[in-house]
């Protein structure tokens, strides 16, 4: 089935310092999610990417999707306290318009 | 502000109680999700729904889950019996079924099988 793998499974920063999580999907998708979950709290979405080679920007995070749209990227530029929490990827296969097959996220800290 | 409800938030029982977690969708949704949550596995999908139907449970463990949606304000995981390494944050989402088609999850009922 499908498998959708996300690296680093942990990272640490220095306030200030930028944040990138990759996610590989073992198949093509026809879109992908990211979501956020704070500590003790419940995923939220964040943001869809469709296109091939797609990027959005949400203030100062940035993401994107690959050209053979197997890949993606949440990028946080100058991370904030606020920005500590679990980011999970989620990918959606052509086969089904409602299963995500979720990564098992990157717990992001940030030390002030 | 429309959530996602689920109760209980927390449960603690002993190994081979039966034990039944509600969910309700956001009001015009039209499909739900199930998953568990653990450090080990990450987001498990159990089961899903549309339009009240299940699609898939095909990540449920069939001898002692089952999942339901007697009507479509409310969405039932039962597990029966319960055992230790049901242990986990159990997590309901609701999605419009179209358009971006994200999940709105629930806060999650945690469960502690001893």
């Known amino acids: 089935g499908q498998q959708v793998m996300q690296i680093p499974q942990y990272q640490h920063v220095q306030e200030g310092e930028d944040f990138t999580t990759y996610c590989n999907s073992s198949t093509t998708l026809s879109n992908i999610q990211w979501y956020k979950q704070r500590p003790g709290g419940h995923p939220v979405f964040l943001i869809q990417l469709v296109k091939s080679g797609e990027v959005k920007k949400q203030k100062r995070l940035t993401f994107q999707f690959g050209e053979a749209k197997k890949n993606s990227s949440l990028h946080i530029t100058a991370t904030q306290t606020t920005d500590v929490g679990t980011y999970f990827c989620a990918g959606r296969s052509g086969g089904s318009n409602y299963k995500l097959t979720f990564g098992k996220g990157t717990l992001l800290t940030v030390n002030p | ?114």
């Open chain 2, 1 to 114: 502000d429309a959530r996602v409800t689920q109760t209980p938030r927390h449960k603690v029982t002993e190994m081979g109680q039966e034990v039944t977690m509600r969910c309700q969708p956001i009001l015009g949704h039209n499909t739900v999700f199930w998953y568990r949550q653990t450090m080990m596995q990450g987001l498990e999908l159990l089961a899903y729904f549309r339009n009240r139907a299940p699609l898939d449970d095909s990540g449920m463990p069939k001898d002692r889950f089952s999942a339901e949606m007697p009507d479509a304000t409310l969405a039932t995981l039962k597990i029966q019996p319960s055992e230790p390494r049901d242990s986990a944050v159990y997590f309901c989402a609701s999605g419009l079924g179209t358009g971006v088609n994200e999940q709105f999850f629930g806060p999650g009922t945690r469960l502690t099988v001893l």
